[in-house]
């Protein structure tokens, strides 16, 4: 039963946070007339993030926040900056300049992209999964 609930979990997380992530291009380009600077509107997306990385972090199951070592800790935060922070940063400043049907389209498609790549120069071989796989991501 405790398994059963902590799928669901991991379900809900998931559902919101496709939703929310769903409607940044959105919610930007709608702040982006009245004046508010590309980098303001990342701040304050991070800033709403925090609490909610805190939650996960609280009921990450089988280690309480008290355990997570340093080292983690430090590696988390420093691919959080990068990848997050840099990105976002990246993809604000764009948006400011594209159409955010473009970015949406861009955003679905470059999974595809990076399949058609990866066959193209060998790397990978098409596979029946890998075209499910591509195809879920739509």
Do not use: C
Not at 32 to 58: I, K, N, Q, Y
């Amino acid at each position: 039963m405790a398994r059963e609930m902590s799928v669901w979990k991991g379900v809900a997380f998931s559902a919101a946070a496709a939703l929310l992530f769903s409607t940044k291009g959105t919610v930007v380009k709608l702040a982006l007339p009245h004046g508010v600077a590309p980098t303001t509107l990342l701040g304050l997306r991070m800033l709403l993030a925090l609490p909610w990385f805190l939650l996960l972090l609280s009921v990450t199951p089988g280690r309480s926040p008290a355990a997570t070592y340093r080292r983690d800790v430090i590696l988390t935060l420093a691919v959080g900056v990068l990848g997050y922070h840099v990105s976002s940063w990246i993809n604000f400043l764009g948006l400011a300049r594209i159409p955010v049907g473009l970015e949406r389209m861009i955003l679905y498609l470059y999974p595809t992209i990076v399949v058609i790549l990866a066959v193209a120069r060998g790397r990978q071989i098409l596979s029946g999964p890998l075209v499910v796989a591509v195809l879920a991501t739509y």
